[in-house]
Nanobody
């Protein structure tokens, strides 16, 4: 069984920072794409940042220059460093990982989400 778990959300003042972490664990052959998505209630889930196993990353324009993404392939972890947070960054943040599992190939796994609230 494979699980993806996020941590690090919370409530902060505008301009402050938060660090989100994601870990994938279980019967894993390899972890390929990993990404952070966010969703405001009633809206679609949008990609915030992503990173491949060889380190190629993408940051969406609305957070470019404020957020940074990194991962540790040896631990199957990913971190989203969020600086200079704004009220519009308030959302539920989800980790997604494309994971190779034995005898099945690659599957997509989602975490349960972690709430980020930025107070104005």
């Amino acid at each position: 069984q494979v699980q993806v778990v996020e941590s690090g959300g919370g409530a902060v003042e505008s301009g402050e920072s938060l660090t989100l972490s994601c870990v994938a664990f279980g019967n894993i052959v390899g972890v390929n794409f990993m990404g952070w998505y966010r969703q405001i209630e009633g809206n679609h889930r949008e990609l915030v940042a992503s990173i491949t196993s060889d380190g190629h990353f993408l940051i969406t324009d609305s957070v470019k220059g404020r957020f940074a993404i990194s991962r540790d392939n040896t631990k199957n972890t990913m971190v989203l460093q969020m600086n200079a947070l704004k009220p519009e960054d308030t959302a539920m943040y989800f980790c997604n990982a494309q994971i190779e599992v034995p005898n099945y190939g690659e599957r997509s796994y989602w975490g349960q989400g972690t709430q980020v609230t930025v107070l104005s």
